[in-house]
């Protein structure tokens, strides 16, 4: 058998099929789109808390509290703010999530599904309310 030669049961004419499933043929479920945000908005939370803390250096160098001001009331500050508030939510009712998983609770299919399906929707409302409270 040489190297082009068609596995044994397999016919030269049957398409080869992939080994291990990738992105382009594996759709990802809910429950994992879900963990893999719940990463990401913890590393864009340590990112922003990095920003924030800039910020905070630029106003107490004496560039003054009228500059982040400007920079935060203006058109991409309010949506940076409302995206933060989100990614705050997000990671928050995730890692609940996570913690209840961690205490053995909510394995059950329908539970994961009804809990994946809650932490986008919790991370909403939470950011309305944030937000309209924030004025």
Request: hydrophobic share 55%.
């Amino acid at each position: 058998m040489n190297d082009h030669s068609p596995p044994e049961g397999m016919s030269a004419q049957s398409p080869r099929r992939v080994l291990s499933p990738h992105l382009q043929v594996y759709r990802l479920p809910l429950n994992a789109w879900i963990s893999l945000l719940h990463r990401i908005t913890g590393l864009l939370w340590c990112l922003g808390l990095l920003g924030a803390t800039g910020l905070l250096w630029v106003v107490a160098a004496g560039q003054g509290w009228p500059a982040a001001q400007a920079a935060l009331g203006s058109p991409w500050g309010r949506v940076a703010s409302i995206l933060a508030i989100y990614a705050l939510w997000f990671h928050w009712a995730s890692g609940l999530r996570h913690l209840l998983f961690d205490f053995g609770f909510g394995f059950a299919a329908p539970v994961v599904r009804v809990g994946a399906w809650a932490v986008p929707w919790v991370a909403l409302l939470g950011t309305g309310l944030l937000w309209s409270w924030m004025g």
